[in-house]
């Protein structure tokens, strides 16, 4: 039906949704109502879509238009059947790449890289003709900005969306909802979160092996069930686990025997899924469906093979009749549709899907069993995230049919029940930014923005906010380090930048001074040890001859009362000269203070030759007590007291000349140190002390804000080297787009420069269409399976065509290679002869029995290579011969199953 356009004030809400509705959808519809953009964070099957429902009746009854964007096209075009059976097939369009119906309509439903690319098309916040009376853009499944490939068109669309269109963006549960509402408000504005975790159908969870099935969970739903604990420590766990494995139709007879079904069966691979259908259906006492079903089931079938007769020989149809079906990407669209049809209907009792259909296409089961709970990635196998585990979980309960929703864990050789319950009791996953600039985001942001404001712009992005607050606790360190300085600073009287200036000079003479005094004194210390190795030396030979009574002055390591450097030197007179170590002799000397010391020839400092000898020391005994080790001292007895009174006083050694000019330089120095005016300051060690802990501190500062700022620079720095690879191409002069970046900028693809440069090579120009279709495609075809293969060769033409790119590829590849850019440049030839010998007229059935892919493999290859078909005519500055041969190639393969007529849709 149809619906008024007139204004309206208030929308009933009661006419509207004649049942009632949830606080979160109230609340959702309040902010709407009050002019915000509002972000819906709930459960899958909650009802989010209703808001959204919402958003497009109030459109309508104001006159103006909604914009309704899903993540993939086979969601798009499940929402534009949904909306023409709710609002009228002549209120709602749809745009995606190679399908656009309707599309001026009031409700227009696109894939959110169409509405990106409209955007592209005006100065960002700016409303283009595109986007004339559109009041909302709905962003349903806006967890996708997880997405490695998609995310960032999500961000784009949301800061490029002028301001005066409100944003709804629809999300299942993330971790961090808040931040990305906080993104939005930031750069788009004012956002309302409407945050709800209430399920209208509560899930249960349950575990399945070879035993039978049992509840996941313990009674508070918090830990695992304590039945399912291993009661033993586990070894040989891989034998033990495999035979506790349950096989597939004793897990499907359980869910039968206890009214769990319809279920979706999600398994990791499309083989996986191809053979459970057929292991099912072997089975034939397994029957999921009744009389009534089955007649219904062959019914609807017939009906579709009259519309599709190519498809009557399908291996599918036989499961299908008994309510068993498949679901994954290698399929033909046409029978996904049909599968999705009569799985809502309550005819199909279990599908056997990839995880694909966990992103959003509506089938809603009473049970989801997951078959496994690890799978294959990029990065290798890995345990499955909460996100990914709950999205599939979600799919449980249907509102308004189910009052409970299960979801079966399967035990496994590498899970089991510690594993599932580890994932159903896990919170789910934070959203994180996979923002990257591309060539076609570089070219035309700056065909209409300066190179300022693109900087502006990438820099409003979900990752650079994610990474300010990522790098909090780094900003924080810097301001603390900040506020050390200024407190160090103060302390020395530092408030000003001349005040560090003057003091820095100071501190600098000063600290030369003190440097200058350290290499005096250390010089003097050279000296002074140079020259008590001449005077060891010298007085060892003197002492040598010296006689005994000879009058010597005794100072240094082993005279205990005269060891410090400020000691006095004692006089004495040589009374014995005794063997000590080696061939050097030790000599007992008795002082004038009446102590007899056993010293060597370095502790002799003067030795007074010309004094008269003491001839008493002749008849003078020499002490029992002394063993005549060196360092023994003892005092003297009332004998040697006579002696020891006839020592006379003698002169003080005098320091080598060369040793008291040295010692003049360093006194000349250190009272000029004294004396420096940088003691207005302070205490010079206390400031000089500052000073380097200041100097520290500013290099430290400077160091960690400019790793801070290369991080939080990271996406601009990204888009600058596409910036100097498009200038090395002849895409940019400077910053303006030349014809070839003009040209670069009107595609979408994996790698718009490639596709470009291809085109304006003049390499495809002679093609004729069918050529020009193969070799299109293999510009844009990925295979991601080494070993498949095509009977079809490729023609003359096109391998000549595609060879006379490869140095330009290489050239590419090598460029990106300098700038760490990993944008892929395709270049197939293998199985592109698929797409050519199509173009022909070659029968699908007779393609598809010639090559290894799966009919579904073979379709989307098609469609990529038609999507970049119907981008070449609106190309500029290419030949009208290469826009008319694409036209025309477009023509011939654009046929079913690649194109979906509006029925199918």
């Known amino acids: 039906m149809s619906y008024s356009t007139q204004n309206s004030q208030e929308l009933d809400l009661k006419t509207l949704f004649p049942f009632e509705l949830d606080n979160f959808q109230k609340q959702a519809i309040a902010a709407l109502n009050a002019g915000k953009s509002v972000v819906v964070c709930a459960p899958t099957g909650s009802g989010k879509t209703l808001i959204g429902e919402y958003a497009i009746y109030r459109a309508l009854s104001r006159g103006r238009r909604v914009f309704y964007t899903t993540p993939l096209k086979a ?29 001026e309509a009031p409700i227009l439903v696109m894939t959110t890289e169409i509405f990106r690319n409209m955007l592209y098309g005006t100065p960002i916040g700016e409303i283009g003709t595109s986007l004339e009376r559109v009041e909302a853009v709905v962003l349903d499944e806006c967890h996708y900005m997880n997405d490695r490939q998609r995310g960032t068109v999500w961000e784009e669309s949301i800061i490029y ?53 049992f509840p996941l969970l313990n009674n508070n739903q918090k830990r695992i069930n304590p039945l399912l604990k291993p009661k033993t420590r586990q070894t040989g766990r891989d034998r033990r686990e495999r035979q506790l494995e349950p096989i597939l139709p004793a897990v499907l007879s359980q869910l039968k025997e206890r009214d769990m079904l319809p279920a979706i069966y999600f398994i990791f691979s499309r083989r996986g899924c191809a053979r459970a259908v057929t292991d099912v259906a072997q089975v034939s006492n397994l029957t999921l469906v009744n009389e009534a079903e089955a007649a219904r089931l062959q019914k609807l079938i017939q009906e579709f093979l009259k519309r599709n007769p190519e498809l009557a020989k399908s291996q599918q149809l036989e499961p299908l009749t008994r309510g068993i079906a498949a679901h994954h990407a290698g399929m033909l669209p046409v029978w996904k549709g049909l599968v999705e049809e009569l799985f809502q209907q309550g005819l199909i009792k279990v599908v056997f899907a990839t995880e694909t259909l966990a992103a959003g296409i509506n ?134 930048e001349n005040d560090w200036v003057n003091l820095e000079q100071l501190l600098a003479g000063y600290e030369k001074l003190r440097e200058k ?71 007992l000397c008795l002082g004038r203070d009446n102590r007899w010391y056993v010293v060597a020839a370095m502790d002799v400092v003067v030795l007074q030759a010309d004094l008269p000898r003491l ?10 007590e002394i063993d005549f080790r060196l360092g ?104 303006e787009p030349t014809e070839i970046g003009q040209a670069c900028a009107a595609i979408r693809g994996d790698n718009e420069l490639w596709l470009g440069l291809a085109l304006m090579s003049g390499a495809l120009e002679p093609l004729d269409p069918h050529h020009l279709a193969a070799a299109c495609a293999g510009l844009v075809t990925e295979i991601t399976r080494p070993d498949s293969w095509t009977r079809y060769e490729l023609s ?62 073979v379709v989307r290859i098609l469609r990529r290579t038609l999507d970049f078909l119907s981008q070449i005519p609106h190309v500029p500055h290419l030949s009208d011969a290469l826009q008319r041969n694409a036209y025309r190639a477009m023509q011939l393969i654009d046929r079913f199953p690649v194109n979906e007529s509006l029925d199918t849709i």
Request: hydrophobic share 40%.
């Open 161 to 213: 969306c002028p301001s005066e269109i409100q944003l709804l963006a629809l999300s299942a549960t993330v971790a961090n909802s808040d931040q990305l509402t906080d993104w939005i408000l930031r750069v788009h504005g004012p956002t309302e979160l409407i945050y709800s975790d209430f399920r209208p159908v509560p899930l249960e969870f349950n575990f399945s092996n070879n035993k039978g099935l």
């Open 796 to 857: 003359v033409e096109v391998d000549e065509a595609l060879a006379s790119l490869r140095s330009l590829r290489h050239q590419l590849f090598q460029v990106q290679r300098r700038y760490r850019v990993a944008l892929p440049v395709w270049l197939e030839r293998d199985l592109i002869g698929l797409v050519e010998q199509w173009a022909l007229g070659v029968e699908w059935q007779e393609l598809v029995e010639n090559t290894s892919l799966d009919e579904g493999d």
């Open 615 to 624: 001839v008493a020391v002749d008849y003078m005994e020499l002490p029992v």
């Open 363 to 496: 089938m809603p089961a009473r049970t989801t069993v997951i078959s496994s709970l690890s799978k294959r990635t990029d990065d290798g196998h890995r345990l499955l995230r909460p996100s990914e585990f709950l999205q599939m979980a979600g799919r449980a309960g249907r509102r308004g049919m189910d009052f409970q929703g299960y979801v079966v864990t399967v035990q496994t050789r590498f899970e089991g029940a510690k594993e599932a319950a580890y994932l159903a009791t896990s919170g789910a996953d934070p959203l994180v930014s996979q923002f990257t600039p591309s060539y076609g985001m570089v070219l035309n942001l700056l065909q209409t923005h300066t190179l300022e404001e693109a900087k502006e712009l990438v820099e409003r992005s979900f990752g650079q906010y994610l990474s300010t607050l990522f790098l909090m606790p780094e900003r924080k360190e810097i301001e603390q380090k900040q506020e050390e300085l200024t407190s160090v600073e103060n302390k020395l009287g530092i408030y000003e």
């Open 632 to 735: 023994q001292c003892r005092k003297g007895d009332e004998v040697s007291l006579a002696l020891a009174q006839q020592i006379p006083v003698v002169e003080l050694p005098v320091d080598a000349p060369e040793v008291l000019a040295q010692m003049q330089k360093v006194a000349t120095v250190e009272a000029q140190a004294e004396e420096h005016p940088v003691k207005e300051w302070g205490n010079p060690r206390t400031l000089l002390k500052g000073w380097r802990r200041i100097g520290m501190l500013r290099a430290e500062i400077d160091d960690r804000q400019t790793q801070l700022e290369d991080k939080l620079a990271r996406h601009w720095q990204e888009f600058l080297n596409l910036i100097e690879i498009l200038q090395y191409f002849g895409c940019l002069h400077g910053v």
């Open 517 to 587: 005094a350290k290499e005096e004194k250390r010089l003097l210390k050279i000296l002074q040890k140079q020259a008590e190795e001449t005077r060891i030396k010298e007085m060892s030979l003197s002492l040598s001859f010296a006689v005994l009574g000879t009058i010597v002055s005794l100072k240094g390591k082993h005279v205990p009362t005269a060891k410090k450097s400020t000691s006095e030197p004692i006089p004495a007179v040589l009374v014995a000269k005794v063997p000590g170590s080696g061939q050097s002799s030790n000599f």
């Open 75 to 103: 969601l798009s075009n499940q929402k534009l059947r949904d909306f023409r059976n709710q609002f009228g097939s002549e209120m709602v369009g749809l745009v995606t790449g190679d399908t656009s119906v309707n599309r």
